[in-house]
């Protein structure tokens, strides 16, 4: 019996205090059971990922250092050393996808870990993009010129696509995992194929129209995304699991 001064509930109301049936209830713990199942394949797949970034980049780093230093390249050299920081990066999700894979770890013991770890990822960033430029800076103040490159060229090409797929497939596997810390890597790697883009018009640019300053001026662009770079790997505290 309704009493006075009161109103019968609307059926928007009715819908949203009403508690939800068996079946419903049955079909949400079967969701959450079913998301508990697939995660253990999912975080196979995410190693699988980060183990292929990892040993993409040191490859990638060694032919590239050992190709810009024979052509005398500012923008390979530090589209290099940039491949051997980003390994490091790497590591550190390995490191954490593994500890929650084997539940060694509390998930605040893994988030302040991976705090410590990325801050120290993000100063090596900071120190090297003031390197690429100080060095680009003095090549184009003593008017150096760079040998072309065909290794490095090739080198670039090739990472353009292999940076692209796995970025694609990083940020996939994040949003099945609900990792925030598996799509900054894959953020960070979607700024490694800009980078192999810049080092690549650069190294085009010096060998076909003889623009010597362009792999210089690359190199000041690698070296704003290596900042950017930094700046995403200083503020990952909010991008954990």
Known sequence: MQTAGTRPPTPRESILTAKPSREQA????GCAAGAKAQRPEQLRRALRLEYLTVCWNIVEGAIAITAAVVAGSVALLGFGIDSVVESSSGGVMLWRLRAERAGRLSHEHLEAIEHRARRLVAVSLFLLAAWIAFDAAQTLW????????????????????????????????????GSRAMEADAFQTTACWWLSLAALVGMVLNGALDWWWADPVAGFVIAALVVKEGREAWKGESDCC
Do not use: Y
Request: aromatic share 4%; hydrophobic share 45%.
């Open 26 to 29: 049955h079909c949400q713990d």
């Open 142 to 177: 003593q008017r150096e010129h760079p040998d072309f490159s065909a290794v490095g060229v090739a080198l670039t090409s090739v990472s353009l696509v292999v940076m692209l797929w796995l970025a694609r497939a990083k940020r996939r596997v994040g949003r099945e995992l």
